[in-house]
């Protein structure tokens, strides 16, 4: 089975997310605690990152 390249998945994991942004895991786990965070989706326990949303999140920041 082919695995799909980081930039074509609309959902990241953590450990996707920082290796597709340069963000600590840290950091994107401080973001995504956020009760307002709009790029983060929740399937149970495990939080994943919504990438496009996560790209405009990016793209509109000044400083993270």
Do not use: H
Not at 30 to 46: M, P
């Amino acid at each position: 089975m082919k695995e799909v390249p980081i930039w074509e998945k609309s959902n990241l994991s953590l450990e996707e997310a920082a290796a597709y942004s340069g963000i600590g895991i840290n950091k994107l786990r401080d973001l995504t605690n956020d009760q307002n965070c709009r790029f983060v989706l929740w399937v149970g326990s495990k939080r994943l990152i919504k990438r496009r949303l996560f790209d405009q999140y990016i793209e509109q920041a000044y400083s993270i």
